[in-house]
């Protein structure tokens, strides 16, 4: 075995002392999970009916519709795809705040918190907030990010 040299301890110690516990791991791999089907339910009918979402894009009053209504189908399926594998994890959370954000922005925020007695737009914003939590903490060692990070060590 070789010595690791100063500049091999410093770049692998903040990798390995952030790796998650298992317990974590199994957390964030529940999390992906959930969140990752769940983006992929509700990406499958656009997908096979389009103008369901570039119509609801067109009736927010929103510009280029067609291109958002694509961009709504792709996020959903392409993001739910990316955390059920937990690849490029932070990054597609980063992608899934900013989509669910724009999404209650532009969808919810204009009717309100409370419509008609009822929660207005929560499911987009637990969305974001799965967003962060996964772009802060990356997605567990039971992913395919963690899966690659093992093999370059």
Not at 39 to 47: D, F, Q, R
Not at 54 to 71: C, I, Q, R
Not at 84 to 105: C, D, E, N, S
């Amino acid at each position: 075995m070789s010595t690791p040299t100063p500049t091999q301890d410093r770049t692998d110690a903040p990798r390995l002392a952030h790796t998650p516990t298992p317990l974590a791991s199994t957390g964030l791999l529940a999390l992906r999970l959930v969140a990752g089907v769940l983006l992929l339910v509700h990406g499958i009918p656009k997908l096979q009916d389009p103008a369901m979402a570039t119509g609801y894009a067109a009736s927010l009053g929103v510009p280029a519709p067609t291109f958002l209504g694509w961009l709504m189908i792709l996020g959903e399926l392409g993001l739910g795809t990316l955390l059920v594998l937990g690849l490029a994890t932070r990054i597609a959370g980063t992608l899934l705040l900013v989509q669910m954000t724009a999404t209650w922005v532009l969808a919810h925020a204009p009717q309100g918190f409370l419509v008609d007695g009822q929660i207005n737009g929560e499911n987009a914003l637990l969305y974001a907030l799965l967003g962060l939590t996964l772009a802060l903490t990356g997605p567990g060692r039971f992913s395919a990010d963690g899966l690659l990070l093992r093999r370059r060590s």
